[in-house]
């Protein structure tokens, strides 16, 4: 009965996700200014890291664990950059 339940709430957390990258995705493509752009962007990594997450503890596989850190540091180093690339006008001073 467990396993049912848990293979439910996976997928359809797995397909609201999908939903909420697709919404991401629009966002950056329609965004009105370049700080849309970032945090529809910030969205889709973190998006894209829990779908990974699920997909891990749906396979039971360690290796999408990491690529999902992998995915999480680089985001957050991403989103850092283009901020304050986009307040200052430069990345390294």
Same mark, same amino acid.
């Given at each position: ?5 848990? +293979? ?22 329609? /965004? ?5 752009? =970032?945090?529809?962007?910030? &969205? ?9 997450? &699920?997909?891990?503890?749906? &396979? /039971?596989?360690?290796?999408? +664990? ?8 680089? /985001? +957050?180093?991403?989103? =850092? ?7 200052? /006008?430069?990345?390294?001073?």
């Amino acid at each position: 009965m467990s396993s049912i339940i848990l +293979f439910w709430s996976i997928s359809l957390a797995q397909l609201f996700l999908a939903i909420a990258m697709a919404i991401s995705v629009s966002r950056i493509a329609r /965004g009105p200014r370049a700080q849309d752009r =970032v945090l529809g962007l910030d &969205t889709l990594y973190v998006c894209a890291m829990l779908q990974l997450l &699920t997909f891990a503890i749906r &396979t /039971g596989n360690v290796l999408y +664990f990491e690529a999902a850190l992998v995915i999480a540091i680089l /985001g +957050f180093v991403s989103t =850092v950059a283009l901020s304050k690339f986009l307040m200052r /006008g430069e990345v390294i001073e």
